[in-house]
């Protein structure tokens, strides 16, 4: 089992910043492959971004690409998203996944442990 907690989010104006944290518990935390994923109010929740568990690499949606970073600290077992930039179309829930030495990937189903979720508020 891995238990995955979040923090940061909260209210920014756009063109604002933010940054979010998920602190992962349980397992080995560098042999997970970690996403961020966000849901807005009426709709399905999609894919922001993945870090893979081995090397770092990266892989973003085209919507946030250019103004989100995401990042890992596996000694903090942590993984951030960094939001510059901010949209009033960002405003969602945002929770991090995780997937056992998974690849880059952007279904959600392929996940097998979720955060608690984090609000993230963007007023125009």
């Known amino acids: 089992q891995v238990q995955l907690v979040q923090s940061g989010g909260g209210l920014a104006q756009a063109g604002g910043s933010l940054r979010l944290s998920c602190t992962a518990s349980?397992?080995?935390?560098?042999?997970?492959?970690m996403g961020w994923f966000r849901q807005a109010p009426g709709k399905e929740r999609e894919f922001v971004a993945v870090i893979h568990w081995s090397g770092g690499s990266t892989v973003y949606a085209d919507s946030v690409k250019g103004r989100f970073t995401i990042s890992r600290d596996n000694v903090k077992n942590t993984v951030y998203l960094q939001m510059n930039s901010l949209k009033p179309e960002d405003t969602a829930a945002y929770y991090c996944?995780?997937?056992?030495?998974?690849?880059?990937?952007?279904?959600?189903?392929?996940?097998?442990?979720w955060g608690q979720g984090t609000q993230v508020t963007v007023s125009s």
């Open positions: 996944a995780a997937n056992y030495r998974g690849p880059l990937i952007r279904t959600r189903d392929r996940y097998g442990y």
């Open positions: 349980g397992r080995t935390f560098s042999d997970y492959s």
